[in-house]
């Protein structure tokens, strides 16, 4: 299958794909990995008229420690993600989660930028970033601002970001982590989660993220609160359909998915250390 | 528009329409029908080919995304009649029965070694996880490249 007819320009700055959005307006989409795009536009889901390739943008490529948070750069890819020791110290939940999407060919060429922006549910790296409580930094014409991964998400595949704004940065707050735990149910080694589960115990409270429960990527805001308020493991799972609308499709019913829910929040919350 | 790629260590140039895929281009343009299609969907790596040294899926590429990048393709491997380590040991192992998948499989494995010289068993499944084989010689697959990781670590030792 071949994508329909599209104009391409590669960015070699960010100056430059930022002035590219601006002259191609709607028309136009980001080029990063293309995993998530390609496949969308080989099946013409996706017909953008201009793709604007920011995929050698190295200088957004990195991951730093920058004294409160760990600063990475929205280019930087799955692969880099899964093994860096930067991460495995300081972010382990995000480390082992990127180390989950799809197959390695995948991760060899998928970016973080790519996978947050896409803003599909199904995503691994979206409920990581809500556990973790991560910012989103953006840049555009009028130069950068901050959004919290929990307004970031606005509807299916809808995010925060205007279209003249680039994902430049995902900020990782350093917490003191006590326990996390990614549970991510499928039948195929590289599928995506038909429910997936990240939860990050840390600086006295408990981040826990849904994959594939609703239209955009969720906190489990109910089970958050119930482990605040003191609940065990087993009562504060029982919450974890609250505030979801999962879906039913080829692979699973909308209640079998609640089901999972519970029982894949539970080991979450247990694997995290709480009782 | 016009690209440059270096593919197995040979400079070559094509001139392509952007939506072009990367291994559409490699079997259209450049007749290195080695790497295969098998699906629309990302999903089967039967395309899989090395871009500056790492395991990716060129049908999930364009080849403007490849333009001035190192190319390896399963054409890339032997030298002469003498075969790559893990095309010897696909060979000697079975690790193929119809072949349409051998070529992905092949360069996902060598990609798997780079990465990982010491792979257990599992490893080399999951490691392999984004080729699909129809035939579903698995376990043959998986013997081939343990043989290799075997060899290979003997030579270096
Ligand atoms: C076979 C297969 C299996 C997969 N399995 C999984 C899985 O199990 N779990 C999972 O989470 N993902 C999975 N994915 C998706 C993969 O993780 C993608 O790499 C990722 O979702 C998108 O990243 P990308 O860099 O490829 O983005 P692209 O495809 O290049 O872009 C995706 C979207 O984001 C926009 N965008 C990209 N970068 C930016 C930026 N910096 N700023 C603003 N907008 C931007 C683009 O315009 C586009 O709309 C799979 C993909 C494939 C092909
Ligand atoms: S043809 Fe590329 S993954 Fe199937
Ligand atoms: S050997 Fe036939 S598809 Fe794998």
Not at chain 1, 194 to 206: K, W
Not at chain 2, 63 to 82: H, R, W
Request: proline share 4%.
């Amino acid at each position: 299958m071949i994508p329909a007819a599209f104009e391409y320009v590669r960015a070699d700055s960010v100056d430059a794909a930022l002035s590219a959005l601006t002259e191609y307006g709607d028309e136009a989409k980001l080029l990063a990995g293309g995993h998530s795009l390609l496949p969308l536009m080989k099946l013409r889901l996706a017909a953008p008229s201009v793709l604007v390739d920011v995929g050698r943008l190295d200088d957004l490529r990195y991951i730093n420690d920058a004294g409160d948070y760990i600063a990475i750069g929205a280019l930087t890819r799955h692969r880099d993600l899964e093994t860096s020791s930067l991460l495995a110290s300081a972010a382990p939940l995000l480390a082992h989660a990127a180390g989950h999407v799809g197959d390695p060919q995948v991760r060899h060429r998928g970016t973080i930028g790519g996978s947050l922006a896409h803003a599909d549910p199904a995503s691994d790296l979206p409920a990581v970033a809500l556990a973790m409580g991560a910012t989103i930094v953006a840049t555009g014409p009028n130069g950068t601002r901050e959004i919290a991964a929990s307004e970031f998400y606005t509807g299916f595949l809808e995010s925060a970001l205007a279209p003249d704004e680039l994902l430049t940065e995902i900020r990782i707050p350093k917490l003191d982590t006590q326990g996390w735990s990614f549970q991510k149910f499928n039948r195929r080694a590289q599928d995506w989660a038909i429910v997936g589960v990240a939860t990050v115990r840390a600086n006295g409270s408990t981040g826990v993220g849904l994959v594939n429960m609703g239209s955009t990527p969720l906190l489990a805001s109910a089970v958050m609160n119930a482990v605040k308020s003191g609940a065990n493991a087993a009562d504060a799972a029982a919450l974890a359909n609250e505030g979801t609308e999962a879906q039913s499709d080829i692979n699973a019913s909308s209640e079998y998915r609640e089901h999972l829910a519970r029982v894949l929040v539970r080991r979450s919350l247990e694997e995290s250390g709480l009782s | 528009m016009k690209i440059t790629v270096t593919v197995n260590g040979v400079e070559r140039s094509g001139d392509v329409e952007p939506r072009t895929l990367l291994v559409h281009f490699l079997r259209d343009e450049l007749d290195l029908t080695g790497t295969n299609i098998g699906c629309d969907t990302s999903s089967c790596g039967a395309c899989t080919i090395h871009v500056e040294g790492q395991s990716a899926k060129s049908c999930t590429m364009l080849a403007a995304q490849a333009d001035g990048l190192e190319l390896t393709t399963i054409e890339g491997l032997a030298n002469g009649d003498i075969l790559h380590p893990m095309q010897r040991c696909f060979q000697e192992n079975h690790g193929l029965q119809c072949g349409y998948c051998t070529p992905g499989m092949v360069m996902a494995a060598i990609s798997l070694l780079d990465e990982n010289p010491n792979p257990s068993e599992t490893d080399v499944r999951i490691g392999l996880e984004g080729n699909l084989c129809r035939c579903t010689g698995y376990h043959n697959i998986v013997k081939s490249v343990l043989a290799c990781a075997a060899e290979s670590n003997g030579a270096s030792r």
